[in-house]
């Protein structure tokens, strides 16, 4: 089990097969999720896709995720929390100025993203939206949107197949309000299929 400290990322290679489980082992806290194909990294994960082909905004246990060349990344297996979001793009130093009106340095998970997907040779301009694990994003019958604290516990997790081979970032989700206000550690393990 690899642990991501608050407010920071990690990015990792996997084979098809094999399965990534995610835990917030504290619980109330997002993990940003961010997929590119290991031998093109022109494919990536895609939000438009995957709300389109699995026909919902809400993508649990028994969804796929899609990549922008409509291909199948990666299979929900299983997810004890079942609330995520595929909506909202990943929080950046724009975000806390727009946002949040904060002027000063901020960790975000954009930030977070591309830094450790650096050595894959993936640039801030690759970043697509991401998959936000745990994230509790509701929205009212006029489609304003909120950003409720997460509903996840320590013992909940989320459990996926790759169906390519993939690089992975993930993040320690650095946004005050996706996390209810606190900033927390995510945990990660690849189970090979090896």
Not at 40 to 47: F, G, N, Q
Not at 133 to 158: A, E, R, T, W
Not at 182 to 187: A, Y
Request: charged share 25%; net charge negative; with cysteine.
């Amino acid at each position: 089990m690899e642990t991501i400290a608050k407010q920071s990322g990690a990015s990792l290679s996997i084979n098809k097969g094999d399965r990534l489980k995610v835990t917030a082992p504290k619980g109330e806290q997002v993990s940003d999720m961010v997929l590119f194909n290991k031998d093109d990294i022109r494919e990536k994960i895609s939000s438009g896709k995957t709300l389109d082909f699995e026909e919902s905004i809400l993508i649990s246990k028994g969804n796929f995720l899609w990549s922008n060349r409509s291909r199948k990344m990666m299979e929900i297996l299983e997810d004890t929390n079942g609330r995520n979001d595929f909506l909202l793009a990943p929080c950046s130093p724009e975000t806390f100025e727009i946002m949040y009106n904060n002027k000063e340095y901020h960790p975000s998970c954009f930030e977070n993203l591309y830094t450790n997907l650096a050595k894959y040779d993936i640039t801030p301009d690759d970043i697509p939206t991401a998959f936000n694990i745990f994230m509790n994003v509701q929205f009212d019958n006029k489609g304003k949107i909120s950003v409720d604290p997460p509903l996840n516990s320590g013992q909940d997790y989320i459990l996926f197949e790759a169906k390519m081979d993939l690089i992975v970032g993930l993040t320690a989700c650095s946004a005050e309000d996706s996390n209810g206000g606190s900033f927390k550690e995510i945990q990660f393990e690849v189970l090979s299929s090896n």
